[in-house]
């Protein structure tokens, strides 16, 4: 009887030895697999990271590009709606000629003047901007200074408020960094 009881256990250890070799080279082989997930995962990451940096750097030059073609723009705020399309190159033209009066008129050249959509978040009785572009950078430049260094509102039109035409990337950029200089 203690022969056959020897004999039971040495083939249930055998039995348990083999299980237990064989959890050893199944875990082995999931080892080695998670490791292969592991460095996939992480060569992906880090392609995911450098194509995100590629992106910044592509918004980042197509907002800077996007701003040089609007160097010579001025957009006006608060013209009224009642100035007619074909009056507005005249209306800017008086607009400007306070700021800047030491310039002569030739000079004052506007290639273009247009009205543009309304920002959904203004009400119905705003009037839309208006977009001009002048022809010269520094009469731009000279009318973009004096309406800033400017302490009261001009005379006659002292609802038109002028600012610089950027780009949506460059506000929101511009209002992120006012954010973070007020903290």
């Keep these: 009887m203690s022969d056959k009881l020897v004999k039971t256990w040495q083939t249930s250890i ?21 490791s292969e997930y592991a460095t996939a995962h992480n060569d992906i990451a880090d392609h995911v990271a450098a194509l995100e940096q590629k992106v910044t750097l592509i918004e980042a030059r197509m ?21 007619l399309p074909g009056d507005l190159q005249a209306y800017v033209r008086g607009l400007m ?10 000079m ?15 009400t119905d009785t705003t009037p839309r901007d208006v977009l001009m572009r002048a022809h010269y950078f520094h009469i731009k430049e000279a009318v973009l200074r004096a309406s800033r260094n400017r302490a009261t509102p001009h005379e006659v039109y002292p609802s038109v408020k002028i600012m610089a035409d950027l780009s949506a990337a460059t506000l929101k950029r511009r209002k992120e960094f006012q954010e973070t200089r007020r903290s």
């Design 14 to 34: 055998e039995q348990l030895r083999k299980e237990v070799l064989d959890i050893g080279n199944r875990t082995a082989h999931i080892k080695n697999k998670l």
């Design 63 to 83: 907002a800077d590009a996007e701003d040089r073609s609007r160097i010579n723009n001025l957009r006006l705020r608060g013209v009224p709606e009642t100035v």
């Design 97 to 106: 000629r306070p700021y800047i009066p030491e310039i002569p008129a030739d």
């Design 108 to 122: 004052m050249l506007v290639d273009r003047v247009h009205r543009v959509p309304k920002l959904r978040n203004l």
